[in-house]
């Protein structure tokens, strides 16, 4: 079985593959203080937690990171207690199948490349990827398969951090559907604000890249991900298809085109 490992900046998403089929998932902390010896700890527990799986199902790792200090751990972590198990992390050199149209490639988060490939890979060309992480990140994919550009907006979390912190009577809320726009308390005000918000954010920047990206805008197909979607998948126009596993999709096959 596959491990694919994504190492976002608030959370780590780690997903296992049977063929082309994720069949065990877990979602952790990601703590930039964690030594090697304590992520292989945490990972060993979760395997040994499973009904489906023992640790010697795993055959082979994929990885990325959007944070440094994780990533050499990570990195640490595999060559210690997984040192015959071929790992692929996503890095420069890497094979990806996306060419990178950007002024500077390096620039661009190894998880939104693989966000791009797996976008192709499932929908097809043209795309643009809206993923809801730390930050709402919107990447644009042209029809042959290229990483084009994108933009990055604070994400929800983020937003709600923020209220809370300079807002002397805001105080961190449940994230659900208000009864209505129109709010009759503060609390109700706050989930209007942030989820309909964000999801005109989400309609508008879409519309926007989809004017620019190809002539007619309906060729584009919009795939949502990233574990706050949900909030918005309802109230966005613009979203075609919610993909919660397009990063650990695209992270399988970067390690198929890099393994024999």
Not at 96 to 122: Q, S, Y
Not at 219 to 240: H, N
Request: glycine fraction near 10%; hydrophobic fraction near 45%.
């Amino acid at each position: 079985m596959l491990l694919t490992i994504d190492v976002g900046n608030t959370h780590t998403v780690l997903g296992l593959f049977e063929g082309e089929e994720v069949i065990e998932h877990w979602r952790i902390n990601t703590d930039p203080r964690r030594t090697a010896d304590e992520i292989a700890v945490v990972l060993q527990g979760l395997v040994q937690q499973s009904p489906l799986l023992a640790e010697t199902d795993i055959s082979g790792i994929a990885l990325c990171s959007t944070v440094p200090s994780v990533l050499h751990e990570m990195r640490e972590m595999c060559r210690r207690y997984y040192g015959d198990v071929q790992a692929v992390i996503v890095e420069p050199g890497v094979k990806t199948g996306v060419p990178i149209r950007m002024d500077n490639p390096k620039e661009v988060g190894a998880d939104r490349i693989v966000n791009a490939l797996a976008a192709v890979h499932t929908h097809g060309g043209p795309a643009i990827v809206v993923d809801f992480g730390t930050a709402t990140t919107f990447d644009a994919v042209s029809a042959k398969g290229e990483y084009v550009g994108g933009a990055i907006a604070p994400g929800i979390e983020i937003s709600i951090d923020a209220l809370s912190l300079r807002g002397a009577q805001l105080h961190k809320i449940e994230l659900v559907r208000p009864r209505s726009v129109i709010a009759k308390n503060t609390v109700e005000a706050l989930q209007s604000g942030i989820i309909f918000g964000f999801a005109g954010q989400v309609d508008g920047i879409v519309e926007r890249m989809s004017e620019e990206l190809v002539d007619d805008p309906d060729e584009v197909t919009v795939i949502a991900t990233g574990g706050l979607a949900p909030l918005v998948l309802e109230e966005s126009r613009s979203i075609d298809v919610f993909e919660p596993w397009l990063t650990l999709i695209g992270l399988r096959l970067i390690y198929q085109r890099n393994t024999p």
